[in-house]
């Protein structure tokens, strides 16, 4: 069976930290890229990082030079180290993987396998 577990959300204050763990099972993960996404109350899901088997990481602008995704393919996990967190970084955090080398401009409909989610909320 396929899973993406997230986890490692919570309540923080802005400015502070997070790290957002994605483990995987049930398939080939160094075939895979390895996405975070997000969804906001009435927003669409909005893609910000992503790796690859290879190694290459991609960031959306809004999150670019704050947050990190790493990955320990020993554990099939992903992370994202969240720094100098703001309020309008507040969602339902996602980790999807697709099938490839390219995060196929975090098109939602590319990915194949997602997570259930983990709420992130920053007090202002």
């Known amino acids: 069976e396929v899973q993406l577990v997230e986890s490692g959300g919570g309540l923080v204050q802005a400015g502070g930290s997070l790290r957002l763990s994605c483990a995987a099972s049930g398939f080939t993960f160094v075939d895979y890229a390895i996405s975070w996404f997000r969804q906001a109350p009435g927003k669409e899901h909005e893609g910000i990082s992503c790796i690859t088997s290879d190694g290459t990481t991609y960031y959306a602008d809004s999150v670019k030079g704050r947050f990190t995704i790493s990955s320990d393919n020993t554990k099939d996990t992903v992370y994202l180290q969240m720094n100098s967190l703001k309020p309008e970084d507040a969602a339902i955090y996602y980790c999807?993987?697709?099938?490839?080398?390219?995060?196929?401009?975090?098109?939602?409909?590319?990915?194949?396998?997602w997570g259930q989610g983990t709420q992130v909320t920053v007090s202002s």
């Open positions: 999807a993987a697709k099938y490839g080398l390219d995060y196929s401009d975090w098109v939602p409909q590319a990915y194949h396998y």
